[in-house]
């Protein structure tokens, strides 16, 4: 099992932690959700060795996704070519709730082994009582041999009902791949800017993130002091480059754009840390500075990845 074992990668994608399965020399099968973030993903095997890889293939109907890293990544395991039956032994490798593998829990969760059966094979997905949990997601579902069954996708909320995608969709998505498309995170914001002594400005925002590495963002608002009751608008490009990983990771956004009340070029910067956000717009025409608190959240996912 030690082989079974050093087959299963550490994915992690921004702030999110997946698992994946070896399946050739450059190559890795993970779970769609795993990736469909946009942010760029890098894989770390058991033995510490880290690789940056890239999206090659995607099926997000079925939730699988491939990615490629231009090192080697060691002896891959096999897919089956039969369909497993149920009541059939099945064991799960993966990293469930890898963020707390520290103190106490160190040298635990991380490429953990889970043991159940098959509960029923149905059109897409493979149900089974091994236990799954954040973390195990895009791992292996293994038969007795160590033979590839199917790729952990999601569990109900309840017990020991979890589900893999059946290998034979894996199969089929290397045969021929999807080549991944333009994507990444929509993102929402509220923001109060102080413009003048007793006037702020508040404002909605939307951002399109793109690969956690740039970002478009529109800005409406208006005045809430009295000095200057008009409304305004602003749209922005910009880069971001986050810091660190999990729910604390900061981001810092820097861009440019115009300002629709000014009517003239605008520069800004942002630091967030857990969805709250520090901004600063500069507007060079009117030599003024303006800083401002935001809160955020995403609240969608565009459909692919790059």
Request: with cysteine; glycine share 12%.
């Amino acid at each position: 099992m030690e082989a079974w074992i050093d087959a299963v990668v550490l994915l992690v994608t921004g702030p999110s932690i997946c698992a994946g399965v070896v399946v050739d020399d450059h190559t890795v099968a993970t779970a769609y959700h795993c990736v469909a973030s946009g942010h760029k993903p890098r894989v770390e095997l058991r033995d510490g060795s880290r690789h940056e890889a890239r999206t090659v293939a995607m099926d997000p109907a079925n939730d699988l996704a491939i990615i490629e890293v231009d090192g080697t990544l060691g002896a891959p395991l096999v897919p089956r070519e039969s369909l497993p039956t149920p009541g059939e032994r099945v064991f799960a490798i993966g990293h469930p709730y890898a963020s707390a593998a520290s103190g106490k829990l160190e040298g635990t969760l991380l490429w953990s082994v889970s043991e159940g059966i098959v509960s029923a094979v149905g059109t897409t997905l493979i149900q089974t009582d091994a236990a799954l949990n954040p973390g195990n997601s895009g791992g292996p579902l293994l038969d007795a041999e160590g033979r590839i069954i199917g790729i952990v996708s999601r569990k109900l909320a309840a017990d020991n009902l979890s589900f893999a995608t059946r290998v034979d969709r894996l199969q089929a998505l290397r045969a021929t791949p999807e080549k991944p498309v333009l994507g990444g995170t929509w993102d929402g914001a509220l923001a109060l800017t102080p413009r003048a002594a007793g006037d702020y400005a508040l404002a909605g925002e939307v951002s399109v993130v793109v690969r956690d590495r740039a970002w478009l963002r529109a800005q409406a608002g208006g005045s809430v002091g009295d000095d200057d009751p008009e409304a305004h608008s602003r749209v922005m490009l910009g880069l971001r480059q986050r810091l660190g990983r999990g729910s604390l990771s900061t981001t810092v956004d820097l861009g440019g754009g115009l300002d629709g009340e000014s009517l003239g070029p605008v520069l800004t910067g942002r630091v967030e840390l857990a969805g709250v956000g520090l901004g600063v717009a500069w507007f060079p025409t009117e030599d003024e500075l303006a800083i401002g608190l935001e809160l955020s959240t995403q609240i969608a996912l565009l459909h692919g990845v790059w």
